[in-house]
């Protein structure tokens, strides 16, 4: 007993009534966000936004979560950015002056605004806050829930003075239905919403809501105050089949019949392939009207959309309308990411066989004492020489086998090889593309779009890879996609090898070594007509050598001189040129590889070095400045040199990779300046070649002036003098001009060895093209494509005139230029890139496509034209555009036209009996065409409706403070939406 007596065991059950529940953490939290916001206090410094403010205006808004117990909500505070606010004005309000969002309720700047928050086109209001569920939340349906959140914003509302209205979202989220209050001094407004599927028979004109919102309001005054109505029908065009198709119907005569939109060979095609605009939305509004001045009920209505004051327009796009341009570029980009080879596609054995010589090189090199071909160059044209080198290879291959046919093969080769459609002599063919290029340039700089190719690492316009990207393109989209890309890719090859083995210059190419500001396929197409060039100059100059030879027989054997005006005269050629090619006049093996007259060569300069000044001058070009040579009276001359060998930029790369593994010791470091030195020592034999006598101080006066430093000083009798000496570079011991002056011998540079083995590099260049995959081609030609693309669209929107397309051409190319420069593409970026240019070419089609509708022409000039334009160009930019006029502009009267033509056509389709019936009766001639019920209305039924009404009265009862109403009425087909804002004085109620 003692034990259960004691106090010390007894257990007290505590219930802490203070303990917080679910709801009042969430009624607090919402006040915590009011308070971090700012929302607190007096909200009515914010004076009404200008007319269009609310669609021309920026809107902030800012969000964080809260949450319900376990369920997750957003509270977001959307607001009207204000230009400036008047402090002033601020300090000058009465304290019990309404909030700003009751004095928005009756603003009529801003009634039915086409781009903004559904809450702001109903209501009105430039600042609020909303609470809706979360994403993964159930929607709130329950009708306590309702309740309890509405209470929950009525109480953090009263317990932090806020001003601003708060919604909340019920319902479904599809519905759109929202729920909220906003408090003020004395005052209180109530948001109400109902949404249904149809509309009542009985609310379904302006009289039935009349009667909802006088019924809601329950004014007792009289006589009532008078209510101000704003109403906007909508009407929808979706019919444009009496407009034009967007391309020209297909010609099944031509090469390209049966493509929509064909184009020849070298361009790129631009258009959409069907209708970019899919609606037109006309907005007939009558802005302030009041009771009793306009009669709208079950039976008539006065509200005809001609006679309406305001016509709005606006368009709704297309999604994703097929565009050519757009196509072509997706389809090419689809082929970089392929990884079949060309033999994957054309079979093993044939490309083997079709590709033996060009995989063979050491056959190629045995070829080289052979005669390039038993016909005279002077007989052969081009188009011959095409069709020879491809004779012996398409017998193996069946016209069924073939990816491409031979009509379109021939045709895109003439395309990428004009030249050969024409008889010509070599010489002839010879000049033609170093000219053309040359005037083509002259012209091309004059013009800024040239250099883009500068900026996107491509290729000029109009040379031989910009062409061929855009045949590959046109190949790949219109005739067998990659299996055609593969066989036009080895025809290509082909062609290739055959005018290396022949001597004829490619053509489309500019003179010149490879230019590292173009993409490495046009280097390397460069590589291989620099060799080219090398090798016909070579040939030229022995049968020029030859004939010498052979006159010089002749008149031996008659007993007679040669005359010298039948030599060539290298002096004049040497003038012209700098650098005469003409000066290689022995044999081509002896400046290759020359081994069998090394020895004889090495004691003739070893004696004529012995005897100084009496060897023999070879290889001189011109006098240097009057400059003597410092050992001697004889002139400097200027000698002939062999030309640096040309590198393409994977060469430039691969020999810094070599150079950079030598490492930083002192053999690795002599031995990369020895690599280096080699175009160095062969100019120091020429110079010795060409100046018997000479020491290292002259040819550093001629090859590095800045290296020879001069200076007056006094003679021993007084006289000043200049006196020369190396610089201090120069005389650092081991320095590798010294060394190589050292071992340099007296050798003419047409004794030389090659620095620039042309056979070597053109089978090089030909090993790389033969063994390209066709995704390798179309990586390579990605830059020109989108080079072409670029221009296109240039071309294209300067015909349409559109500032926000020309804006963002001026990006893309600044975007692309980095895109493009890396050796590793990145193709997520790239096809964003491919992506923003398809944008583009769809905004210029809608422009195109609305110029036809209105009736644009392209040259045509006028008041009305200037209007339309600039109309049509709103269209693009705005989300709405305001028809100067209405229904009497000259806008209006096109779209008043389109709705006639359209309402005709349907009331054609659906009732045609009927029609052909009155087609009868206008023709008989006892009959008079009857109008009345038959006639077609000009419009259809709106779309939709949309009643605005408005008006100020007191609540709740006749001596409360007149606060302003308003009901927004939305009734369409399937939908009927009434959104109420009431407001109650509660001073004393």
């Known amino acids: 007993m003692a034990a259960d007596n004691d106090p010390e065991t007894e257990v007290f059950e505590i219930t802490d009534f203070t303990t917080a529940s679910e709801w009042e953490r969430f009624v607090s939290r919402v006040e915590e966000v009011l308070n971090d916001w700012k929302l607190i206090g007096n909200s009515t410094g914010r004076s009404p936004p200008d007319k269009g403010g609310y669609t021309t205006g920026t809107w902030l808004e800012k969000s964080q979560d809260i949450n319900f117990a376990d369920f997750k909500f957003y509270i977001s505070h959307f607001t009207l950015k204000q230009e400036s606010e008047n402090d002033n004005e601020k300090n000058t309000l009465e304290e019990d002056a309404f909030p700003s969002a009751m004095q928005d309720l009756l603003c009529m700047n801003n009634d039915f605004p086409p781009r903004a928050h559904c809450l702001v086109r109903w209501y009105g209001i430039q600042e609020f806050v909303a609470i809706t569920p979360g994403t993964n939340c159930e929607a709130i349906i329950s009708e306590s829930k ?3 959140l509405l209470s929950s914003i009525s109480i953090a509302l009263a317990n932090s003075g806020c001003q601003v209205p708060m919604f909340v979202q019920i319902q479904q989220k599809w519905r759109r239905m929202y729920a909220g209050e906003c408090q003020g001094p004395g005052v209180r407004t109530d948001f109400e919403m109902v949404h249904l599927r149809k509309v009542p028979s009985q609310y ?11 019924s809601k309001i329950g004014c007792n005054l009289s006589p009532p105050p008078p209510i101000n109505i704003a109403i906007r029908f909508t009407y929808i065009l979706q019919d444009w089949q009496q407009h034009s198709w967007p391309q020209q119907p297909p ?12 184009v020849e060979f070298g361009k790129l095609p631009f258009g959409a392939c069907e209708e970019p605009i899919s609606e037109l939305h006309l907005a007939t509004t009558w802005p302030h009207l009041t009771e009793g001045i306009v009669v709208d009920n079950d039976v008539y209505s006065d509200l005809d959309p001609l006679q309406a004051p305001h016509w709005s327009v606006r368009v709704r796009t297309a999604e994703n309308p097929q565009c050519l341009l757009g196509d072509f570029l997706s389809e090419f980009f689809k082929l970089c990411c392929k990884k079949e080879s060309t033999e994957e596609f054309l ?13 063979d090189i050491s056959s190629a090199l045995s070829r080289l004492t052979e005669p390039t071909t038993t016909v005279p160059i002077s007989k052969l044209s081009v188009s011959n020489m095409v069709h020879s080198a491809r004779k012996h290879i398409r017998r193996h291959r069946r016209v069924a086998e073939s990816p491409l046919n031979n009509d379109v093969l021939n045709s895109v080769l003439l395309c990428l090889f004009p030249d050969a459609a024409v008889e010509k002599s070599s010489d002839n063919s010879k000049n033609k593309p170093a000219q053309s290029n040359a005037c083509g340039k002259a012209e091309q700089d004059k013009n800024s779009d040239y250099n883009i190719y500068l900026q996107l690492k491509s290729a000029p316009i109009d040379s031989l890879t910009y062409r061929l990207a855009l045949c590959v393109c046109l190949i790949n989209y219109n005739h067998g996609g990659l299996r055609a890309v593969a066989h036009l890719w080895q025809e290509f090859v082909l062609e290739l090898r055959y005018r290396w083995e022949n001597n004829h210059l490619i053509y489309g190419l500019a003179a010149g070594p490879p230019d590292l500001r173009c993409c490495l396929l046009h280097q390397k197409l460069q590589m291989l007509n620099c060799c080219i060039e090398r090798k016909r100059a070579r040939d030229e100059a022995r ?11 002749r008149s031996s054997q008659n007993g007679r001189p040669t005359s010298d005006s039948t030599a060539p005269s290298a002096s004049m050629k040497e003038v012209s040129s700098g650098k005469s090619w003409d000066s290689w006049s022995d044999s081509e093996d002896e400046f290759f590889e020359c081994v069998s007259d090394q020895g004889e060569t090495e004691f003739s300069h070893a004696e004529g070095e012995k005897d100084g000044s009496k060897n023999k001058a070879e290889g001189r070009l011109h006098p240097y400045n009057n400059t003597t040579l410092l050992k001697s009276t004889e002139p400097l001359y200027v000698p002939i040199t062999q030309e640096p060998a040309p590198m393409t930029e994977d060469l430039l790369e691969e020999q810094s990779e070599v150079l950079a593994k030598l ?11 020895r690599m280096q030195s080699a175009c160095l020592l062969s100019d120091m034999e020429s110079f010795k070649a060409a100046n018997p006598g000479c020491v290292l101080e002259d040819f550093v006066r001629w090859y590095s002036p800045r290296d020879y430093v001069e200076e007056q000083v006094e003679d021993d009798s007084g006289s000043k003098v200049l006196k020369g000496e190396l610089s201090a570079r120069m005389k650092i011991p081991g320095n590798m001009w010294v060394e190589a002056w050292e071992t340099a011998r007296v050798t003419p540079a047409r004794r030389q060895r090659r620095l620039f083995d042309d056979t070597k590099e053109a089978e090089k260049v030909l090993h790389y093209l033969a063994v390209l995959k066709p995704a390798d081609v179309t990586r390579h030609l990605l830059p020109c494509i989108l080079h072409s693309a670029i221009l296109k669209l240039k071309e294209e929107e300067s015909i349409e005139d559109i500032p926000s397309v020309r804006k963002n051409i001026r990006q893309s190319t600044s975007q692309a230029s980095k895109l493009l420069h890396p050796p590793n593409y990145d193709y997520k970026k790239i096809e964003d890139f491919i992506n923003q240019l398809i944008a583009m070419e769809t905004v210029i089609t809608r422009a195109r496509s609305l110029k036809a509708k209105f009736s644009i022409c ?7 034209t200037e209007e339309l334009e600039k109309f049509v160009s709103s269209l693009l930019e705005e989300p709405e555009v305001e028809v100067i006029g209405a229904g009497q502009g000259p806008a209006g009267s096109i779209i008043h036209k389109m709705f006639i033509n359209a309402q005709r056509l349907a009331d054609f389709t659906s009732d045609e009996a009927a029609l052909l019936s009155a087609l009868e009766e206008d023709l008989s001639s006892d009959r008079k065409p009857t109008g009345g019920s038959n006639k077609v209305p000009d419009f259809p039924p709106p779309a939709g409706r949309e009643i605005l009404l408005r008006t100020c009265v007191p609540r709740p009862t006749p001596y409360s403070k007149a606060l302003p109403q308003r009901l927004f009425c939305v009734l369409m087909k399937e939908e009927f939406r009434l959104a109420g804002a009431f407001s109650s004085d509660t001073s004393f109620f």
């Open 251 to 262: 010609d099944f005569d031509t090469l390209l019949g049966g493509e929509v939109g064909g």
């Open 858 to 864: 392209e040259g045509e000039k006028g008041e009305d």
């Open 204 to 214: 379904n004109h302006l009289s039935g809501l009349l009667d909802i919102f006088k």
């Open 663 to 673: 490492g930083t010791s002192a053999e690795g470091s002599h031995l990369r300046a």
């Open 543 to 553: 049968r020029a050598q030859e004939g010498s030879k052979e006159r010089e027989r």
């Open 146 to 148: 309702c309740n309890l």
């Open 347 to 359: 079979g093993r054995g044939l490309v083997e066989e079709e590709g033996q010589e060009n995989t």
